[in-house]
């Protein structure tokens, strides 16, 4: 996602990357999450704790989105309505399979 700029200085031409725009985003935690959260992100040699979250972040994206593909793939011939995707209610189709 990062872009590439031209900078020019006296007489040089240098190709820097370039960072998209950020927001901030306020997120109140407990304690103990943000303690175990700290831990863990500098245990696996994140330079910050917002380069993990956003890392956390994008990576849930991912998940929600692959299993929401998955949910709207049928399953034996059964095609859920619109919000009915269940666990339980696949169970009770399936028993009726």
Do not use: C, H
């Amino acid at each position: 996602m990062t872009s590439r700029q031209r900078v020019y200085d006296t007489g040089n031409v240098f190709d820097v990357p370039v960072s998209p725009p950020k927001k901030v985003v306020s997120v109140k935690l407990e304690v103990d999450i943000i303690e175990e959260m700290d831990r863990i992100w500098r245990s696996l040699g994140y330079a910050s704790r917002s380069e993990f979250i956003r890392e956390a972040i994008l990576y849930y994206m991912q998940v929600v989105m692959s299993s929401q593909a998955v949910a709207k793939t049928p399953v034996m011939g059964i095609v859920p309505k619109e919000g009915e995707l269940t666990e339980t209610a696949l169970e009770d189709d399936m028993e009726d399979v």
